[in-house]
Structure formats: C-alpha cells, structure tokens
C-alpha cells in the first residue's frame, strides 16, 4: 500500500537514492509515482502516472543535484491514478509523501476551504500537507506545525515531509503504517520497508505508532507526537542485499518459487532436535509456561497467509490435540470473538504490517489472550506487537504473490505443532516421524522443479479458459484455495477453490467442457472420496488436471493431465502440491503476458483496513 523514501545527506545524490528505493518499493503500490528535492533553495518536483519507470522517463537525464528529498509509489486509495492524485502533494512550502488512510480527512478538508485553501487533488493526503501549512504560517516552527497537524488528523499514517525554507531538515511520523529509518554516515533514509535501505546500510531505527523524527545529515531527535524526547536503540538488518535483486530469474515470482528448498531449510534450521522428537522454538521461550497452560488456538491472517493457518488448523488439532480456529483477521475483530486468557492467538503474516492483522491482533490483546506471530519481516510491527513470535527466515518476498513465506509458514506451523504436541499427548516417536519427513522436504521440493517444462505445458493449455476450479480435500482444501488466488492474481482467470466434496452440493453446475478443474488427489486417506469428484467431473465432460503422487494410478488414468509429487506424511502434503500450482499459476499469467511481479490492483503489503 504505497511505497515511500525520504534521504538526507551530505555527500550524496538524493534524487538516485530515492529512485532506486522506489524501484525496490514498487511492489506496494504501482499506479502512479512522484518525486520532489530541494536543491539550492528551490522544490523540484515530478510525478507520473503509471511504474517508476514513467517517473524516470519524466526526469529524464536532468541531475537535480540535491542532498534531500522524498519520493512516493502510489496505489491508490482516495482518488484515481492521475499526476494531480500522485505524491508528493504540497502546500506552499510544504511538501510531502504518504502512505496509508486519513479517516476524517472530508471534515479536515472542509474547514481548510472555508479558511481559503485550494485543493489541486482528490486525495486524504494532501489535506495534512494544508493543515502544516496553515499551522507555520500563524507563526509555529516547521516542528511544531506537523505536531500541530497530527493532533488534528484520525488514521493510519507514515508520512514523510520537507520544507522549503529548511532544506537541512526531514520530518518523518508514525502512526499504523509502517516506517523504517536507515542510518547511514552523514546520512538518513527513510523508508516504508527494509528493501530500500539495505543496499545503504544495515543500521535501522524502527519508529513506534505515534512516534515523530527530525532528521539532520548527521543527527537525529525522536519524540512522541507531543513533543517528548523518546529514546531509541539501533538495530542490524539480517537481510542481504543479493535477497533482494531477482539474480537471473525473469520475475521474483519465479525465483521465489525456486527459492522454497531454501526457505523450508531456513525456516527449520536450529529448530529441530530428532533425536529427542522435538522442536526448539527460542522465540516462545520466555512465554513457554503460558503456552502450556492454553487450551485452545486462534488463527488470525488474509490471503495467503490465511491458507497457511487452514493447514495449520488441521495438523494442531489432530496431532497437538488442541482445538484451533482459523478466522480471517478482516472479520474476527467486527465480531465478538470468544477469546480469555488460555487461549492464544496466532497471528500469521509475511509483512508483518498487515492492517487487518494486526487491528486482530490488538483485540486478542485487549481481551486477555496470550498473542504470538508467525512473521517473516523482522522487526515488523506485528512482530514487535505479539508477546512472543517465530520467524520465518524466508529472506524478503518481492513479488506481490506470495510463494515461499507460504511453504515457510507451513513449515513453522508444522514445528509448532510438534511443540505443542510434545507438551502434550504425542509420543517421541511420533515427534521423530514428522520431524525426518519435513527434514527431507526441500529435497523433495526441488524433485519438483524437475516437472517445470511439463507443467508450464500444462498453463499454456489452459491459459486461454475463463473459469476454473481448484478442488482438494483434508490437507488439500486449503491447498485448492491457495491455488485459486494464484491463478486469480496472477493471470486474471476466475478460480474457485472448493473442497472436493462440496462440487456435488451445488458448483458442479457449472462444469461442461470449457471448465477445467485442477484436483489435487495425493494417494491418502481421502484419496477415493477425491477420485469420486474426479469421475462426476469427467462424467460431465470437464476436463481435469491431477496433482498427485505416482501410486495414484486411478487417478492418473483418468485424467487430462498429471503433474506427479513425491509422497511425504499426509500432514506435510500440502508443502509439496502446493508448488506446481504456482508454478502453473505463474506460466498461466506468463503466458497471457501479464507483469506477474507486479499484478493490477493488488499491493504487496496490505496496511489499510
Ligand atoms: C497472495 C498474497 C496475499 C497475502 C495477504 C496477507 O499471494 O500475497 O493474499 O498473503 O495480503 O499478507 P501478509 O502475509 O503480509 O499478512
């Protein structure tokens, strides 16, 4: 949602900095971008509608030769991509960028016209611009009017804003959308995410809601929105660079996908003790003893991630033996959740800035329940919201379809559980079992890879239908979801995950021969209820494509296509299907020549509501 940076210095070019951390914040938001610098005492600004590259086109070859600046990725929330609607927005010699929502933004709006402003946008944003503004002309230091504009606005914000007549200073605020500061030598970058910073410097300072920092080339002051100086400590990035570049691949997509062996091991790595059937996990170890007295689980996450925690689902409650829920985190807060304090919620989340998430989270806090994150982006403010959490360790996900934070959390769900069984009923031997099969999974993964050509095959054939459906059953119901909102964001084909049995009770209406269905059908213990909805299916001429494993001959004999897994437990199945279904999903949108990186209306980091 959004994308900002801000730079100050000595030494350096501001206006390459803030383009280059705008390219690696594309992924957030990329309808429209824009650009401002003061360089000599004069504000120069650009702004495009459509990716970065239109900015650049704009600027051209000019070197705006300033040492401060802020820049803007847009995905647009009140008003449509246009040049007027990009940031940064500016009032006099104000100028600013933003990234979230100004709830009460219409009324602000209101007054300021009634005072005698003009309005060039239709956006919230611009209305903060107006209020620092109006503030510093009755006389408020360029300081005291931003604090002055906070104490009158109602949202989500991070916003990043210059002034004219002070061009050694850059003001950065907080409030529910994230921000990070990269420290530099003689010199600040500010940004919505680590990946615009770590190519500078390691060193971050992670602001809290409601917090408020002014920038000099080489200092820095922290203090609440009232002005009260707030200590803060540095911290060090452990994301590398090279993370973050797509290293050959035509799409982070792809090299996501390949990236999974790797983020499986990761995600495991220290975590495992075989030998006794157990699994470390030194993140819960200060909140160990309320673990084990809590007596059930809720889930909260969206999308993808929500997919994970079905899984999850499934394995705590037949191995953990604990009863668990999966909500989505968008719902669980406008109901009334029934949560105390022996029952956790877990909150799954690849940003960790997921509004709705955390807006979940926050709810479990205040009715009592212990609150622990799955996050993969350290540091986050889920991360550092939750009393205690483990990390993924997946490295940073570009691509707005998330791939391998989705085998990863699989894999840290499935350590949880042996965690939470073992403080349980489940037996060593049982620990030991599951522990050896998802060790011997990113081997297994990477058998996949072997299958690309076939199954980019498979897309092409398939690439041209405007319907499907995705079908799985047990620990593959989550899987034909997940695999339904891959095809759907990726290629723009409408897909229906559904549980296989549930075809009969309605969906199968629709099957004729112009819609396919994708049926995971592994050899398990549902496998003949599944290879039941295979047959309705082809009896209706509806075309199918099994993924399965190799002794599933029935199914292999009456399907279109197959794509071949290898076996591993029934719980960890879902850590093998669900790859070629990306892979699919990826050629499929390849193919119909989208920018499967950078899908239409989507955003990486969802931090509105
Ligand atoms: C789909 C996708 C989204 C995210 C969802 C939650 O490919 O990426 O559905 O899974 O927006 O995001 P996080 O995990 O960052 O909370």
Known sequence: MCGIVGYIGKNKNAQQILLDGLHRLEYRGYDSAGLCVISGKKCKTFRAVGKVSALEAKIGEKDLAAKIGIAHTRWATHGKPSVVNAHPHNCGKIHLVHNGIIENYAQLKEALIAKGHIFSSETDSEVVAHLIDEANGSSRSFEESVQDALAQIRGAYALVVMHEDEPEKLIAVRNSSPLVIGVGRDEFIVASDASAIITHTDRVLYL??????????????????????RNKKEHVLDWNESEAQKEGYAHFMLKEIFEQPHAVEDAMRGRVIIKEGLAR??????????????????????????????????MLEEYAGIPTEVEYASEFRYRKPLIDKRTAVIAISQSGETADTRAAIREAKN??????????????????ET?????????????VASTKAFTSQLTILTLFTVYMGRQRDMSMTMGRRILTELRALPHKIEEIFTQ??????????????????????KYNYPIA???????????????????????KHGPIALIDKNFPSIVIAPCDSVYEKTLSAIAEIRARSGKVVVITTSDATEAIKIADDVIIVPKTLEMLMPLLTVVPLQILAYYAGVTRGYDVDKPRNLAKSVTVE
């Open 452 to 473: 690309e050509k076939h199954i980019k095959k498979i897309a092409k054939k398939y690439s041209s239908v405007q319907s499907m459906f995705y079908l799985g059953r």
């Open 281 to 314: 996990l030194g993140g819960l170890s200060a909140v160990e003893k309320k673990i084990r007295s809590i007596n059930r689980i809720v889930i909260v996450s969206c999308g993808t991630s929500y997919h994970a925690g079905l899984v999850g689902e499934y």
């Open 387 to 399: 009393d205690a959490g483990v990390y993924n360790h997946a490295g940073p996900e570009i691509s």
């Open 367 to 384: 009715k009592g329940a212990l609150t622990l994150g799955i996050i993969n982006a350290v540091g986050s403010t889920i991360a550092r």
């Open 208 to 229: 809290d809601d409601g917090e408020m920092i002014v920038l000099t080339a080489d200092d820095h002051r922290i203090t609440n929105f009232q002005g009260k100086l």
């Open 481 to 503: 979801l997940e695999g339904a909102i891959k095809i759907k964001e990726i290629s723009y084909i409408h897909a229906e995950g559904y549980a296989s049995g549930e075809m």
